[in-house]
T-cell receptor
Framework: GAGVSQSPSNKVTEKGKDVELRCDPI?????LYWYRQSLGQGLEFLIY????????KSGLPSDRFSAERTGGSVSTLTIQRTQQEDSAVYLC????????????FGPGTRLTVL | EDQVTQSPEALRLQEGESSSLNCSYT??????LFWYRQDPGKGPEFLFT???AGEEKEKERLKATLTKKESFLHITAPKPEDSATYLC????????????FGKGTKLTVNP
């Protein structure tokens, strides 16, 4: 079946612009996670959505970052007033509820802020 | 603070030369330890989950083991197609569903 998809695959933007990154999880997966992978760094947890519960936003680095999940499926990660340090690969993963041990990852969106 | 440290950062092997990757962790309580493989330009691909000290899992040329402080990913007689970055992650006690990742080990297997 279809895996996790993300769009766009690459995004180049200018400093100060807003960007939106999209994630389509695997059908039936009620948990969705966003991570950031900077050059030379490990995956950094940003936020996760778990069914209809309030999302865990503890990993968001600043209030310029926000995410929403509409209809329990597609998720959008928004970065406002982008900075050069936001340049990274943004990865989305999904899993069945309470099955973080079986996360399936998308291919990521490479964000470059000039 | 929960921490995961992987070593070495990079490893070059000749085809057939067995070796091990290390993942050491410091966590308040371990729910699970995970190994992923990541190819360039792709998302991580799940390999193994280990839950308790002494547990071992195998898949083809890979074998993962777990102690109370670290995990090893043993690669037996590697092939060039095993070249990738191997990531280790932990899930901690306390009800959180998030994973804490190490920085990875980039493995290159030369023919």
């Amino acid at each position: 079946g279809a895996g996790v998809s993300q769009s766009p695959s690459n995004k180049v933007t200018e400093k100060g612009k807003d960007v939106e990154l999209r994630c389509d999880p695997i059908s039936g997966h009620t948990a969705l996670y966003w991570y950031r992978q900077s050059l030379g760094q490990g995956l950094e947890f940003l936020i996760y959505f778990q069914g209809n519960s309030a999302p865990d936003k503890s990993g968001l680095p600043s209030d310029r970052f926000s995410a929403e999940r509409t209809g329990g499926s597609v998720s959008t990660l928004t970065i406002q007033r982008t900075q050069q340090e936001d340049s990274a690969v943004y990865l989305c993963a999904s899993s069945l509820l309470y099955r973080a041990d079986e996360q399936f990852f998308g291919p990521g969106t490479r964000l470059t802020v000039l | 603070e929960d921490q995961v440290t992987q070593s070495p950062e990079a490893l070059r092997l000749q085809e057939g030369e067995s070796s091990s990757l290390n993942c050491s962790y410091t966590v308040s309580g371990l729910r699970g330890l995970f190994w992923y493989r990541q190819d360039p330009g792709k998302g991580p691909e799940f390999l193994f989950t280990l839950y308790s000290a002494g547990e071992e899992k195998e898949k083809e040329r890979l074998k993962a083991t777990l102690t109370k402080k670290e995990s090893f990913l043993h690669i037996t007689a590697p092939k060039p197609e095993d070249s990738a970055t191997y990531l280790c992650a932990v899930q901690t006690q306390g009800g959180s569903e998030k994973l804490v990742f190490g920085k990875g080990t980039k493995l290159t297997v030369n023919p």
